[in-house]
């Protein structure tokens, strides 16, 4: 027999109910900001949005947009603003531990935008889900309408969230005949977050580059590093054959310098194209991070496939790695994104 409690709990509709075939995509986003355990997820119509920071001095969100996913409902708190948002806490490794729960959604794996099935979404047809299987009981078809066939390697996800007290509930199954596993994992009122808000028109460098040419720069770079500074200069004009001779010594668009108790490298980016494919630069600037900070963004970079550097003013330092999705149906491209906002030490201009 039903208890009340569960009676209760099916009468509620949940703030958030999404569903996925494959959580390979939206599993490697929650990685890319898991350098901390709790996470805030910040739910909105337009997808979720998680947030982490340390040490009150690095503040990662990964953006992960409402239409990677095959079915995204989201009922606002308030029905009398339905863009009112919602917003938990949650323990990431966690939430990590249970997408990879059929071995399938590791850091390994392969991204979800390769082949795919045909898959229906949520208004193809009605459905009810609480989190417990209960969209089959009226009349829905629950997580097996997500999942691929046996041998897919890839674990289908349907995830709800019934709101404040409540837990986020996790159904996962990797074969529509297989077994089914539910995760409770417990959510807590989400905290205030540092604030670190970055001005586009207040920006003194502004670098978009192939993630490739940072990633390498960061994996060849000794952990004992205890400082990075970016260095940027102006371009120069050329009008001309003999100014562009002269500009042979003038200094780098570009310097990354790593320091640490054993010395220093200095690592230099070329006015090229295929480098450096947007630069914006207005005055000579030079700001130095913590280099373990810096570093916590490397499985970020590892994923994404460009990279945009942007330092205000201030020396307030934003990195945006792009992680593109391609929707199965449609073959329609989505541009999420992990961002990374880190203070600087000191400002060395």
């Known amino acids: 027999m039903m208890s009340q409690s569960q009676s209760q709990a099916d009468s509620i509709p949940p703030i958030l109910q999404a569903s996925v075939h ?19 997820i910040a739910i909105s119509p337009d997808g979720l949005k998680v947030i982490v920071e340390e040490a009150r001095s690095i503040l990662g969100v990964a953006y992960i947009w ?5 079915e995204f409902t989201y009922t606002a708190p308030d029905p009398e603003d339905l863009d009112t948002g919602a917003a938990f ?6 939430v990590l531990e249970c997408l990879n729960i059929f071995g399938s959604a590791g850091p390994g794996a392969a991204s979800s935008s390769a082949a795919h099935k045909k898959w229906r979404r949520a208004e193809d047809e009605e459905e009810g889900e609480d989190g417990d299987g209960a969209g089959r009981r009226r009349g829905g078809k629950g997580i ?9 390697n890839r674990t289908g996800m349907r995830l709800s969230f019934l709101g404040e007290g409540h837990p986020m509930v996790l159904l996962l199954a990797e074969d529509a005949s297989g077994p089914i596993t539910t995760c409770h994992i417990s959510t807590s009122e989400a905290d205030p977050h540092l604030d670190l808000p970055f001005d586009p028109d207040n920006t ?21 590093i205890e400082k990075l500074t970016f260095v940027g200069n102006p371009k120069i004009e050329e009008p001309d054959v003999r100014r562009r001779a002269a500009n042979a010594a003038a200094p780098p668009l570009f310097r990354i310098r790593a320091e640490g108790s054993y010395g220093s490298t200095e690592m230099d980016y070329p006015d ?24 916590k963004t490397l499985k970020a970079v590892q994923n994404s496939t460009k990279t945009s550097l942007r330092i205000d003013e201030e020396g307030l330092l934003s990195l945006q790695y792009l992680m593109p999705y391609t929707r199965p149906r449609g073959g329609e491209r989505l541009d999420c994104f992990v961002e990374y ?8 201009d």
Request: charged content about 25%.
């Open 341 to 348: 906002r880190c203070l600087p030490l000191d400002n060395e």
């Open 272 to 295: 090229d194209r295929e480098v450096l494919e947007t630069f914006e630069c207005v005055r000579t600037i030079q700001y130095s991070y913590r280099f373990p900070h810096i570093l």
């Open 144 to 152: 097996e309408h997500y999942i691929g066939a046996s041998g897919d």
């Open 22 to 40: 494959d959580v390979r995509f939206f599993a490697g986003m929650l990685r890319g900001v898991s350098f901390a355990n709790r996470a805030t």
């Open 66 to 70: 409402s239409g990677i996913f095959d």
């Open 89 to 94: 806490e949650v323990p990431l490794s966690t």
């Open 204 to 224: 003194a460098l502004q670098i978009i580059l192939k993630s490739s040419w940072l990633r390498d720069a960061l994996s060849e770079l000794d952990p004992s």
